[in-house]
């Protein structure tokens, strides 16, 4: 159980952990790629040790280097012949949703499967669209969800249509394993992808590695054979949606946060965009080339539309309790299929402290200024709970977090650094 401390005021720099987006793409990327790739600023969490070890199992040489990462890649799909190859993910669904699609590119059979938590996150879609493209998955409890085995003899290829209105996930993984079909692809998208900054982040990272996207907004893809992933030296930036809860931090203790390692003008992970939330919230923002300096200042609420940025409801679900006046989030119904119903554990966890809080299907409304009172809080084994309360117990002492170390899933070292802001 983590006890919070209570701060007066913050001035503090921090440097980020890399990207565990990015770093999820990266890795399998190289670990495909024909060559040897270094890759720079990793994030080493618990979710990006389920991707490097199953990649591992598929034949990739992934060795810690320094800092870095050095990779030599399969040069294309694994064939295990008639082999069964096994591969537990834990609770990562990034890691579980891009993998199935890179498994799907192979020749042998795979069984995916995971913790607790990752059996109940969707991959119906996904599923679907690989049968349309030749592959064959299988799911063994509960229809369209894990544990599912593939029985791939490679992508044959052609046309598939997607929804992907619960998860962008979908779309990156049918892209990152679309290069290694026999024949062109075509990506339908039916309807709204959500998130869909993460489509662009997949994007950019396969254009690093050699391979190129047709697009026509989120809404169709197309990619031709035959262009494999070259190995690289590529650089990880700084992850947005960690420096979040720093910028939060500021943001209610009306200090000063310098996160280095990311900066807005070089980035296109959509979590940058708390920036412009924090600024319309009252907080003053600096930015550099590869550093952001935030400084708290009196907050007011917000009304604001994060269907394309759901990783930032938690932290604002935070800053949202010292704003004057009610602040509206809403077009995040897909949260509840995260790590946790991340719109139930808010509501929940934070009325136990005082707040005043409306939980909708989609929305939350959060009334600022209330008298807030410590509490056990539990973070129902979600990171970024867990991370939004750490930033409550900055204004309200007597917060005792449960399950601290859920942390660990995308940031190990959080409560270290949090400690010595």
């Known amino acids: ?32 790629a024909s060559g040897k790739s270094i890759i720079r600023g990793a994030l080493e969490c618990e979710d990006t040790s389920h991707t490097i070890a199953a990649l591992r199992k598929l034949g990739a040489a992934i060795c810690p280097q ?124 039916r309807g709204e992808v959500v998130s869909s900054p993460y489509v662009d982040l997949t994007l950019k990272v396969m254009d690093s590695f050699g391979v190129k996207v047709e697009r026509q907004g989120y809404h169709f893809f197309s990619l031709v054979p035959g262009q494999n992933y070259t190995g690289t030296d590529f650089r990880i ?25 990311l900066g807005p003008s070089n980035t296109i992970q959509g979590d940058i965009r708390f920036l412009e939330i924090l600024e319309n919230m009252g907080c003053s923002v600096n930015t550099g080339e590869d550093q952001v300096t935030v400084s708290g200042q009196a907050l007011r609420s917000i ?53 005043s809080i409306e939980e909708r299907p989609d929305r939350l409304t959060i009334e600022g200024g209330k008298k807030l009172t410590g509490a056990t809080v539990d973070p129902h084994n979600d990171h970024r709970i867990a991370m939004s309360l750490g930033v409550i117990g900055l204004r309200v002492p007597g917060i005792h977090i449960l399950n601290d170390q859920c942390v660990a899933k995308s940031f190990p070292s959080f409560w270290d650094l949090w400690d010595n802001l």
């Open 66 to 189: 320094e800092n870095n990462l050095e990779i030599t890649g399969m040069g294309g799909p694994a064939h295990l012949g008639q082999k069964k190859l096994e591969i537990s993910l834990g609770d990562s669904g990034t890691s579980f949703r891009l993998l199935m699609a890179m498994v799907a590119t192979c020749k042998g059979e795979f069984l995916l499967d995971g913790g607790p938590g990752l059996r109940k996150r969707p991959v119906g879609p996904l599923g679907r669209s690989l049968g349309q493209l030749g592959a064959s998955a299988k799911y063994l409890q509960n229809d369209g969800y894990a544990p599912v085995l593939i029985k791939a003899s490679g992508l044959k290829g052609g046309r598939t249509i997607l929804e992907a209105r619960h998860s962008s996930q979908y779309v990156s993984a049918l892209l990152l394993g679309a290069p290694y079909a026999s024949a062109p692809v075509e990506i339908f998208i």
């Open 303 to 355: 009304e604001v539309d994060l269907r394309d940025t759901p990783d930032l409801v938690p932290p604002l679900a935070a800053v949202a309790l010292f704003a004057k006046g009610n602040t509206r989030i809403y077009n995040v119904g897909h949260l509840r299929l995260k790590e946790s119903d991340r719109l139930m554990a808010i509501a929940q966890e934070w009325r136990k402290l005082g707040a």
């Open 1 to 32: 159980m983590k006890t919070i401390i209570p701060r007066s005021t913050i001035n503090a720099t921090i440097q980020l952990p890399g990207s565990k987006s990015i770093t999820h793409r990266a890795l399998i990327a190289a670990s495909f």
């Open 237 to 261: 930036e700084g992850d947005a949606s960690a420096a979040a809860f720093f910028w939060a931090a500021t943001a209610v203790t009306g200090g000063s946060v310098t996160t280095k390692g």
